[in-house]
């Protein structure tokens, strides 16, 4: 009976002991994917000639609409690719990309001592403010909606409107977002101002109305003359696409064609543009020369604000999508709109490269080929690919696993044959 209770107990052993293995296995192998260890790149590391070829064949299966790209290398423009009825100049709806416009708009009232980043909001307002919660509104701060750390919970996605149907006012649509998902949305602080990361179409609302007041000239005015302008892109602009020439018509995934739709904010989703502006763009921050916005300034908005898991993502309106091997992040800004626009904008500073794509007919084709652009070009995915990176993980995690339980069962086996023989 002793001899029993014993040989349980070396068993339980034994079985706790690979239960603990196969926990910390899989804890490893997840935790390794996130640094990109079981995922391959679709091109060799400086490899441009292979990427951009595997970019252009990923366009021509999956996308039944039209689509810009231009690769930067070394600073300098060297691939670029259409499909469709478009070019270079060809003017796209950019979504969310918006966003980045506005933030260097605030940023550069900040450079100006406009405005104080760390200021509450309200303080630059007169014509709305926040509706009272439960939360203290006076730590909604513009540095805090620049990042999506302010609080607010609309989760604001702006939703269409019909070519023939009138804009509302900005203030109107500050009291009554039409929302993505046809839900009623209230932009109020929700949560602790300051905290979480919440991503948020109506803090960029708040912030065109901030830019109108402290400027005293409309938003869209004020964004052309500060950086449009100054850095050559003349071709991007706020106005409906459906009045203004080469343009991309509007797909549905299927490759039909979908209506051209106007938006209410302008900060946050309707910015329009072509691939080369972006690039002009790119290349004015790289190369720092003429850009409206000092160096500091552009490294300031780098900064992370807003975290995930406790990685860094979201700088002052910049999206950080990964650390490269020397320590900069890759950013930039990307864009999707219903009913299936998508825009990527990247920049690695340690290469000097960047990525331009502008979709219309693939709601994540441009993010996607972005997200594999930052895995070739850093070795790391970012924080876009999460699903991507988990299922990298599968494999390893399941082998790891398969193999501590033959050598469970093995030693399980010997420990029955010692106790026969004994």
Do not use: C
């Not at 499909?83 to 796209?92: A, D, P, Q, R």
Request: charged share 20%; hydrophobic share 40%.
């Amino acid at each position: 009976m002793q001899l029993l209770s014993g040989n349980k107990l070396k068993v339980l052993k034994v079985f706790f002991t690979y239960l603990i293995i196969i926990v910390i296995w899989s804890i490893f192998s997840f935790g390794m994917a996130f640094q990109g260890w079981w995922m391959e790149g679709v091109a060799e590391r400086g490899n441009h000639i292979k990427f951009f070829e595997w970019a252009v064949n990923e366009i021509d299966e999956k996308n039944k609409g039209t689509a810009s790209l231009i690769l930067i290398e070394d600073g300098e423009i060297v691939r670029q690719f259409y499909k469709g009825n478009v070019n270079e100049n060809t003017l796209f709806p950019t979504a969310s990309f918006s966003k980045w416009i506005t933030a260097l708009a605030v940023m550069s009232l900040a450079e100006k001592n406009q405005v104080d980043l760390d200021a509450p909001v309200s303080n630059y307002l007169s014509y709305w403010q926040l509706p009272s919660s439960d939360f203290n509104n006076s730590e909604v701060t513009v540095r805090r909606l620049l990042s999506h750390t302010a609080g607010l919970t609309d989760k604001l996605g702006f939703g269409d409107y019909k070519s023939d149907e009138t804009l509302p006012s900005l203030v109107d649509e500050l009291k009554n977002p039409r929302a993505s998902n046809g839900l009623e949305a209230t932009i109020i602080v929700g949560q602790e101002p300051g905290g979480e990361f919440n991503y948020s179409g109506g803090g960029y609302l708040i912030l065109q109305l901030l830019v109108e007041e402290v400027s005293g000239v409309e938003f869209t005015k004020f964004v052309t003359d500060t950086l449009l302008i100054p850095v050559g892109m003349q071709r991007s602009n706020y106005e409906f696409l459906g009045i203004q020439d080469n343009v991309s018509s509007s797909f549905y995934i299927d490759g039909s064609i979908a209506p051209t739709y106007k938006y209410a904010s302008a900060a946050a989703t309707s910015f329009s543009s072509s691939v080369s502006d972006l690039s002009k763009l790119v290349l004015a921050i790289l190369k720092k020369e003429d850009f409206p916005l000092k160096t500091d300034t552009l490294e300031s908005m780098l900064e992370p604000h807003g975290f995930s898991f406790g990685s860094g993502i979201w700088g002052l309106g910049t999206m950080l999508y990964v650390k490269g091997p020397k320590g900069n992040f890759v950013f930039g800004h990307d864009g999707v709109n219903d009913p299936a626009i998508n825009a990527s904008v990247r920049i690695n500073p340690e290469t000097s490269d960047g990525i331009v794509m502008l979709v219309s007919g693939h709601p994540a084709l441009a993010s996607n080929i972005g997200s594999e652009w930052v895995i070739w070009q850093t070795g790391y995915p970012d924080f876009l690919s999460t699903e991507r990176v988990l299922k990298s993980a599968l494999i390893p995690t399941l082998l790891g696993i398969i193999l501590i339980l033959l050598l469970a069962g093995v030693q399980a086996s010997r420990a029955q044959s010692n106790v026969k023989s004994e």
